[in-house]
Nanobody, 129 residues
Framework: QLMFVESGGDSVQPGGSLRLSCAAS????????IAWFRRGPGKEREGVAC????????DYENSVQGRFTISRDNSKNTAYLQMNNLRSEDTAVYYCAADVAESRCRSFIMGDYSPYEYWGQGTRVTVSS
């Protein structure tokens, strides 16, 4: 089965940090742009961050800019999301997915998530005091 397996979610206090991992299962992620998404309680799914296949280009949702860092290690078939200075509004289930149409983040930047596939089950992040 082709999918991502997300891990690293936990409950933390505001200001805390977490590092999420996203391991590809059944396929090589090196050819695709990878993005992290989240769905908070009662909210729509939103794109959080994207990284191109080479890792050279990244893009972030405005509220996480400067706090979150997306990275990837193609040799390990894994992508990561380092989250610092977490806020209560970051509480959500976090997912990753691959843009199977291209290697750059153009679709993500335009808010078009339709090319993204291989969704995993997600990992839950709770930020609360």
């Amino acid at each position: 089965q082709l999918m991502f397996v997300e891990s690293g979610g936990d409950s933390v206090q505001p200001g805390g940090s977490l590092r999420l991992s996203c391991a590809a299962s059944g396929f090589a992620l090196e050819y695709f742009a990878i993005a992290w998404f989240r769905r908070g309680p009662g909210k729509e799914r939103e794109g959080v961050a994207c990284i191109s296949s080479s890792g050279v280009s990244t893009d972030y949702e405005n509220s996480v800019q400067g706090r979150f860092t997306i990275s990837r290690d193609n040799s390990k078939n894994t992508a990561y999301l380092q989250m610092n200075n977490l806020r209560s509004e970051d509480t959500a289930v976090y997912y990753c997915a691959a843009d199977v149409a291209e290697s750059r983040c153009r679709s993500f930047i335009m808010g078009d998530y339709s090319p993204y596939e291989y969704w995993g089950q997600g990992t839950r992040v709770t930020v609360s005091s």
